[in-house]
């Protein structure tokens, strides 16, 4: 590892561990800054990966920083989530799912069967069962685009299966689980613990994903 990606390495971890901070504290002016900061340190991450150890197989650089691009805007959007910012959070995390489900079809599958397909499908159809449906049911005018967005991410999490990458799969399915405590904090059930567990999941799942996508 090369002393630029240990210095981002060690700035996002210590960036992500004062926005838990600020999170844990309810400190605003801290998060603010902090929120966006980690997402702009995952794409110095992603391409200092790239162009210091990308190895045969892994994606173009392009669709992963239009990923991050787009979960940056819905990162500034749900700093203060009105519904009308809700839903541009919404979009633009649905647009960054995309951007990663392109990222990952261009990397190498494995050969062979996916098995990671027989843990990942009877797990998401159980999550939309115990949980999921009761999202989109509460979610109210918002039920629409809600839906859609589940949709898209258990299709992200599918990608990942199918191409065999269980670190990859990892990643994702811990961005599902994100996402899910978030919905549910927010049309369902508030939970105290619910922020910290949203932001801590979701800074891990992106790490995830960008190491997956170019170790």
């Known amino acids: ?18 926005n838990w901070g600020s999170v844990l504290r309810g400190d605003r002016v801290v998060e603010r800054i902090t929120k966006p900061l980690v997402v702009l340190l995952l ?24 990923a991050l691009a787009f979960c940056l805007v819905g990162d500034v959007a749900l700093l203060h989530a009105t519904e009308t910012r809700f839903l541009v959070g919404l979009g633009a995390f649905l647009v960054g799912h995309v951007a990663y489900v392109w990222a990952i079809l261009e990397t190498a599958g494995v050969d062979g069967f996916p098995w990671p397909l027989l843990v990942a499908v009877p797990a998401l159809v159980l999550l939309y069962a115990r949980v999921g449906r009761d999202i989109v049911r509460h979610s109210g005018p918002q039920k629409g685009p809600v839906f859609v967005y589940q949709l898209v991410l258990f299709a992200l999490v599918l990608t990942a299966a199918w191409k065999g990458d269980w670190l990859l799969l990892l990643g994702c399915a811990v961005f599902v689980a994100s996402d899910t405590v978030l919905g ?24 995830l994903i960008v190491v997956a996508l170019f170790r």
């Not at 240990?6 to 004062?18: F, H, K, M, Q, R």
């Open 184 to 207: 549910h904090d927010r049309f369902v059930h508030e939970r105290r613990w619910a922020p910290l567990t949203v932001i801590v999941t979701y800074h891990v799942a992106q790490t």
């Open 43 to 66: 794409m110095g991450l992603a391409w200092s990966l790239y162009w210091e150890g990308r190895v045969p197989g892994s994606p173009s650089l392009l669709p992963v920083l239009v």
């Open 1 to 18: 590892m090369t002393t630029h990606l240990w210095v981002i390495s060690v700035a996002l971890g210590v960036t992500a561990l004062i």
